[in-house]
C-alpha cells in the first residue's frame, strides 16, 4: 500500500503540466475516430482540404481504452494521460504478487517498490501512449501462465480463462508483445518436458497462439511497408545493451554517459539477485530461469528483428521487460539486506540516482515535452482577422487543433494530395494575395511531412518576417512566426483611423495608428498598425514597446519587439512605414479600462526617443479587458508556488515570484492568482507582512486586492484575476529567514476602519505563503586604486572616484575596437532615485560613435541601496563601429534620472556641464 501511495502521489504530480508531443496527439486523433477506424487501425490525415486515410503501426485495445476515457472525462490533457497513469498504478500490486509467488513476500515487496520508484515508468505514467498498459497486460498474462502451470493450482479452467483473454488483450495493444508470447511458448514447453500431466493444460495456449495467428495475418496485410524516414534503423548490441540498462535503472531523464557507474550498480545488484534465485519456489520453472528467458528472449528477438526491418527505436519498445528487471532488482537487494552495511550502502546510491532522476524529470526543461500548449496559447493571442495559420506540416493537425483551436483560417501544407514544391508555390501565392498575415505553426517532430522545410524557406525569401518566436523542443523545432504580406515601405499614406503628428527626437514621425481590436478577453492579442515617417537615417536600429496601464500607473502587459520596418542605415529620409504589432493580454488581466502607452527606443542601449520637451510616451488610445470565455486552469498561469486557500467567494490558486532571496532595501514583488467562487460584495484588501521567528512583524503594508478601476461586484464566478503587489523592504531589516504571510480585509463603503474577512477554508484568515531569506548586504567604503584617479561631484549624490580601462592605453584606437571601462563611484549621500550611468565617444561634433547606458551598480544593487560613504564599482562596455572613419574621440560620462532622463550637474565645473571628462583618443585606419 504505501508502494501504491508512494506512485500516485508521484506520477499524478504536474500529469498536465507538460504538453502533448506528437505521437500523444495521434492517440488522442486515433481515440477521438468511429469505432470503425479504431478498429480498423486507421488515422485520418487532414490539410483542411483533403483527408488522406493512414495506417497506424499500433494495434486498436489501448485506442479503445483511450476512446472510453475521453467520452467520460473529457479531452484535456490529465484525461488524456490517465489510462497510462493507471495502469502505471495497477502495475505495482501486480508485481508485488509475482515477486511474491516465484520468490518471496520480501522481494515482492522489493520489487513493487522498485516499480513505484522507477524513473521510467515516472516517464511513461505520463505520456498518453501504451507503454504502461502493454508491460501491464504482459505481466498479468505471464503471471497468469505461472498459476496454470502450477501443479498445486486450483480451479485452473478459471486461470485458463483469465490466461487467454489477459493474453489476447496484450497482443491487441502492441504488436511487441508478441515476443512475450514467445517467452510464454518456451516456458510452456520446458514446463511440459518436467510434467508430462501439464500437458493437457497447454490448450489454451493453442487457442491463443490460434487467435495470434489471425491478429497477425491481419497486421501483416494492412501495415504499411518500413519507410527509411520513419525512425528505425538497426542499432548494434552494445548501445541497445547500454540504452536499455540506463533506461530500466535511471530512465530517460539522465545523460547516459554520466550515470555509467550507477547503471552499473542496478545491473550487479539484478545479477546477485539472479544468483540468489537458483533454487525452484512455487513456480513450474527455477526462478532465475523464468526471469533470464522473460527478459533474454524479447532483447534477442528484437535485436535479430534489426538485420530484417528494425523494431527498436528507444527503450520505450522493451518496456515489457521491466518487469523481470526490477524481480531480479528485488532480489539482489533482499539478498543483500543480509548485509547491513552493504545493503544500506548500494540501496543509498541507487535511491540518489532515482530521486536525481526524479528532479531532471520535473525541473529540467531539457527533457521536458515539445511546449505546444505555449505554442497553440501564442497562436490564439496574435492570430487576428484578416490572418490565416499554415499548419506545417499537416501531420500536426491534431496538435494544432487541441492547442490553437479551430476559430480562425488555417490550412496545410505541403497539401496531402499534391507535397510538390510546385503546388506549395502556388497556394502560397493565392494565400499571400487574400490574407494580411501569414502565420506558420511548425511543429518539426514528424520531419517527413516537409523534408526540406519548403513552405519556411518560402516564407523567407517572399514575405517579411514581422514576427517569430521558438517554444522549447525535446529534439525538435517548435516555432511561430508572422509573415506580413503588404510591404512595409508605402508609396502613399491611406486614411489613418487615428492620425497624429509626433516627431520623436527629430529622427521619426509618428502618423497615427489603426487599431484592429480595442476590445478583448485575457490570452489575446490587441493589434496595431503603426504609421511612420522617417526624417533621418538611422545608424542604429530602434525597438518598439507596447504596454497596457491601469489609471493608478501600473503595467499590466509589456511587450517589446524590433521595429522591423526600419533597420540600421536602410530606412532613407521621407520613407512612409507601416509597423504591425500586437500586445498579448497575459491570462488572468483583471477586466476594466486601460490606456495602452507606446515607447519607442534605441535597440542598444534602451534609450528612448521622446518629443521635444515631452514624455517619451505616446498614447494609443484606451481600451477595455473583457472577462475570459474560459479561465485559465492553474497549470496555464505562471505560478511559482501553488496554493490552494479559499474563503469569502476567493479561492487563492497561487503566486508568481522571481526568487525568495532578497537584500536589504529590494522591492518585494509578486503575483497572486485568484479565482471568483461566487459574486462578490465589494473589493478587498490585502495586508502583507513579513514576520521574523520571534513573531514580530517589521515590515507590514495594505495593498488593494488590484489596482484596476473595476468593481470587485462586476468580477464573474469561475473568472481568474491577478493581483499585483510590491512592498519595499527597508535598508536596515536585520538579515533572516522570514514568513510572507497575507491576511484578506475589507472595508465596505462608508466604513473607514479595516477589519478582517473572517475564516478561510482550511486556512484562519492569515496565511504564511512562504519563507523569504533577507541578505544582509556586502558593502565597502575603501577607496580603490584606480589607474586614472578623479574626484567629481555629481549633483551632491555621487562621487567619481576614477577609472579603469582594458586596453589600459586608449590614445590610439581603431575601428571595430572594444573598450571596457570600470568607474569606482562613491553615494555621498542616500538616494531615493536608481541613476543610470553612461558613457559616450563623442567626436568634435557631437556625433555618439559608441555609447552605453547601464544602472549604476547593476540591475541588482542600484543606487536607492546605497548607503553614504559606500564604493561601488559599474563596468561599461564600448565598441567602435567597424566602417567609422579616422577621428579624434573624447570620452564622456554621467549619471541620469531614468525617469525623466535629467542628468546630475558636474558640480565646480567650468563652464557648467553635466557630464565628466574622462579620455580622448585618435581613432585611426
Excluded at 214 to 229: F, K
Excluded at 509 to 516: C, E, H, I, R, S
Excluded at 752 to 775: E, K, M, N, Q
Amino acid at each position: 500500500a504505501a508502494c501504491i501511495v508512494l506512485a500516485v502521489a508521484l506520477r499524478s504530480h504536474q500529469l498536465d503540466g507538460q504538453s502533448l508531443w506528437w505521437d500523444e496527439s495521434l492517440s488522442l486523433q486515433r481515440a477521438q475516430s468511429s469505432l470503425t477506424d479504431i478498429l480498423a487501425n486507421h488515422i485520418i490525415l487532414t490539410d483542411g482540404v483533403t483527408q488522406l486515410p493512414t495506417v497506424d503501426n499500433h494495434p486498436p485495445l489501448y485506442f479503445l481504452v483511450l476512446a472510453g476515457t475521453i467520452r467520460l472525462l473529457g479531452s484535456s490533457d490529465f484525461a488524456l494521460r490517465f489510462p497510462s497513469f493507471a495502469f502505471g498504478i495497477l502495475l505495482i500490486p501486480l508485481m508485488y504478487m509475482v515477486g511474491r509467488r516465484l520468490l518471496s513476500v520480501d522481494v515482492g515487496r522489493l520489487a513493487a517498490l522498485m516499480m513505484a520508484v522507477s524513473p521510467m515508468y515516472l516517464w511513461y505514467s505520463q505520456e498518453a501512449r501504451m507503454y504502461t498498459m502493454a508491460p501491464f497486460l504482459s505481466l498479468l498474462s505471464f503471471y497468469t501462465l505461472l498459476r496454470l502451470l502450477d501443479h498445486d493450482t486450483q480451479r485452473r479452467p478459471v486461470w485458463a480463462v483469465v490466461y487467454a483473454a489477459s493474453t489476447i488483450a496484450m497482443l491487441l495493444t502492441h504488436y511487441l508483445t508478441y515476443f512475450v508470447l514467445a517467452v510464454e511458448v518456451i516456458v510452456a514447453l520446458l514446463t511440459a518436458v518436467r510434467n508430462s500431466r501439464l500437458v493437457r493444460w497447454l490448450w489454451p495456449l493453442v487457442g491463443v497462439f490460434a487467435v495470434a495467428a489471425l491478429i497477425m495475418l491481419y497486421a501483416l496485410t494492412i501495415m504499411p511497408p518500413p519507410a527509411p524516414q520513419d525512425g528505425f534503423a538497426f542499432v548494434p548490441l552494445p548501445i541497445l545493451a547500454r540504452d536499455v540498462l540506463n533506461s530500466f535503472s535511471l530512465g530517460l531523464s539522465v545523460n547516459v554517459d554520466e550515470v555509467i557507474f550507477l547503471d552499473l550498480l542496478f545491473l550487479l545488484v539484478a545479477l546477485t539477485g539472479l544468483l540468489a534465485t537458483g533454487k525452484e519456489g512455487r513456480s513450474p520453472l527455477p526462478p532465475a530461469l523464468l526471469l533470464i528467458i522473460y527478459f533474454a528472449v524479447p532483447l534477442s528477438l528484437t535485436y535479430a528483428a534489426g538485420y530484417v526491418r528494425p523494431l527498436y527505436m528507444n527503450s520505450r519498445h522493451l518496456i515489457i521487460i521491466t518487469p523481470p528487471f526490477y524481480l531480479a532488482l528485488g532480489a539482489g537487494l533482499a539478498e543483500l539486506s543480509a548485509r547491513r552495511g552493504v545493503f544500506l550502502t548500494a540501496a543509498g546510491i541507487m535511491l540518489l540516482g532515482i530521486v536525481f532522476s526524479w528532479y531532471q524529470f520535473f525541473a529540467n526543461d531539457i527533457y521536458h515535452k515539445d511546449d505546444h500548449s505555449a505554442w497553440g496559447a501564442y497562436l490564439r493571442a496574435n492570430v487576428q482577422p484578416g490572418d490565416i495559420v499554415i499548419v506545417n506540416p499537416p501531420h500536426i493537425y491534431e496538435l494544432y487543433q487541441h492547442y490553437a483551436g479551430s476559430t480562425m483560417p488555417w490550412l496545410g501544407l505541403p497539401a496531402l494530395a499534391d507535397p510538390s514544391p510546385a503546388a506549395t508555390d502556388a497556394i502560397l501565392n493565392r494565400l499571400s494575395a487574400q490574407y494580411r498575415n501569414i502565420w506558420l505553426a511548425l511543429s518539426y517532430t514528424p520531419p517527413w511531412g516537409d523534408p526540406g522545410r519548403s513552405v519556411e524557406q518560402w516564407l523567407d525569401r517572399n514575405l517579411a518576417k514581422t514576427d517569430e518566436k521558438d517554444f522549447h523542443s525535446y529534439a525538435s523545432v517548435v516555432r511561430v512566426s508572422r509573415y506580413a504580406t503588404r510591404p512595409p515601405h508605402l508609396l502613399t499614406m491611406a486614411p489613418i483611423a487615428v492620425p497624429a503628428d509626433t516627431t520623436l527626437a527629430g529622427l521619426l514621425t509618428f502618423l497615427g495608428y489603426d487599431p484592429v481590436n480595442v476590445r478583448d478577453e485575457p490570452g489575446r492579442a490587441l493589434s496595431y498598425s503603426l504609421y511612420w515617417r522617417v526624417e533621418q537615417t538611422m545608424a542604429q536600429d530602434l525597438k518598439v514597446s507596447l504596454r497596457l496601464v491601469d489609471d493608478q500607473g501600473q503595467v499590466w502587459a509589456q511587450t517589446d519587439d524590433m521595429f522591423r520596418s526600419i533597420k540600421a542605415g536602410q530606412a532613407q529620409q521621407g520613407a512612409l512605414l507601416r509597423e504591425d504589432t500586437n500586445l498579448v493580454l497575459p491570462p488572468a488581466t483583471p477586466p476594466g479600462s486601460y490606456r495602452v502607452e507606446m515607447v519607442i527606443y534605441w535597440a542598444a542601449t534602451g534609450r528612448p526617443l521622446a518629443p521635444a520637451g515631452q514624455s517619451e510616451k505616446i498614447s494609443l488610445g484606451r481600451v477595455e479587458v473583457i472577462s475570459a470565455t474560459v479561465a485559465p486552469r492553474p497549470a496555464q498561469l505562471p505560478l511559482t508556488i501553488r496554493v490552494d486557500a479559499q474563503g469569502n467567494g476567493l479561492h487563492l490558486l497561487g503566486f508568481r515570484m522571481a526568487t525568495l532571496s532578497f537584500g536589504q532595501g529590494d522591492v518585494l514583488a509578486f503575483d497572486a492568482y485568484w479565482q471568483i467562487e461566487r459574486p462578490l460584495q465589494h473589493t478587498y484588501n490585502l495586508q502583507i507582512s513579513l514576520v521574523n521567528r520571534q513573531g514580530s512583524i517589521p515590515v507590514q503594508q495594505l495593498l488593494p486586492l488590484t489596482t484596476t478601476a473595476s468593481s470587485a461586484s462586476a468580477w464573474l464566478p469561475g473568472s481568474v484575476i491577478r493581483g499585483q503587489y510590491r512592498l519595499s523592504l527597508p535598508r536596515d531589516l536585520p538579515a533572516g529567514t522570514y514568513a510572507l504571510r497575507i491576511e484578506l480585509m475589507d472595508a465596505p463603503p462608508g466604513q473607514a476602519s479595516v477589519r478582517r474577512s473572517g475564516i478561510w477554508r482550511f486556512l484562519p484568515a492569515s496565511a504564511d505563503l512562504t519563507h523569504l531569506v533577507i541578505t544582509e548586504r556586502e558593502r565597502s567604503f575603501a577607496i580603490p586604486v584606480m589607474a586614472h584617479p578623479l574626484s567629481a561631484n555629481l549633483g551632491n549624490q555621487i562621487m567619481i572616484l576614477g577609472y579603469n580601462t582594458v586596453p589600459g592605453d586608449t590614445a590610439r584606437l581603431v575601428p571595430g575596437q572594444t573598450i571596457s571601462l570600470t568607474l569606482a563611484l562613491q553615494a555621498s549621500s542616500t538616494m531615493d532615485t536608481a541613476y543610470t550611468v553612461f558613457v559616450h565617444l563623442v567626436d568634435d561634433n557631437e556625433t555618439i560613435w559608441a555609447q552605453q547606458d547601464v544602472p549604476a551598480g547593476g540591475e541588482h544593487y542600484q543606487t536607492t541601496l546605497w548607503q553614504p560613504g559606500e564604493v561601488v564599482t559599474t563596468t561599461l562596455t564600448l565598441k567602435l563601429p567597424s566602417d567609422m572613419p579616422a577621428t579624434r574621440l573624447r570620452a564622456i560620462m554621467g549619471l541620469y534620472n531614468p525617469a525623466s532622463f535629467a542628468r546630475l550637474p558636474f558640480i565646480g565645473s567650468l563652464p557648467a556641464t553635466d557630464y565628466v571628462p574622462l579620455f580622448d583618443s585618435d581613432v585611426i585606419r
